[in-house]
């Protein structure tokens, strides 16, 4: 599968961006997604995950009741809804995707993931 974050940007402190991240390539649906972000200078960290029938999602500590994470199987696009933005949100955000079965936990390290998409830039200005 081949991923293509779109949706970032440069937003106020307090605002909200919509990430999407498209996939092209057939069995989305049998993928569990999630989002990675790498700040300058620090290592790339886990945002949040989603299952591949879209029924369990997972939170950073320090995003949940922010951001949110969904997925549109038909359209085969997962997306990062992102809210009440920080500075410290302030990263290169990436997709990820890793084959899965049903039971298959969700997965918080990169190394889990097979497929990557190119990052998009999110700042966020204080």
């Known amino acids: 599968v081949q991923l293509q974050a779109s949706g970032g940007g440069l937003v106020q402190a307090g605002g909200s961006l919509r990430l999407s991240c498209a996939a092209s390539?057939?069995?989305?649906?049998?993928?569990?997604l999630a989002w990675f972000r790498q700040a300058p200078g620090k290592e790339r960290e886990f945002v949040a995950a989603?299952?591949?029938?879209?029924?369990?999602?997972y939170n950073l500590d320090s995003t949940k009741g922010r951001f949110t994470i969904s997925r549109d199987n038909d359209k085969k696009t997962v997306y990062l809804q992102m809210n009440s933005l920080e500075p410290e949100d302030t990263a290169v955000y990436y997709c990820?995707?890793?084959?899965?079965?049903?039971?298959?936990?969700?997965?918080?390290?990169?190394?889990?993931?097979?497929?990557w998409g190119q990052g998009t830039q999110v700042t966020v200005s204080s």
């Open positions: 989603v299952a591949r029938n879209g029924g369990s999602t």
């Open positions: 390539g057939p069995s989305f649906s049998r993928y569990n």
């Open positions: 990820a995707a890793k084959s899965a079965i049903l039971t298959s936990p969700l997965g918080r390290t990169q190394g889990e993931y097979n497929y």
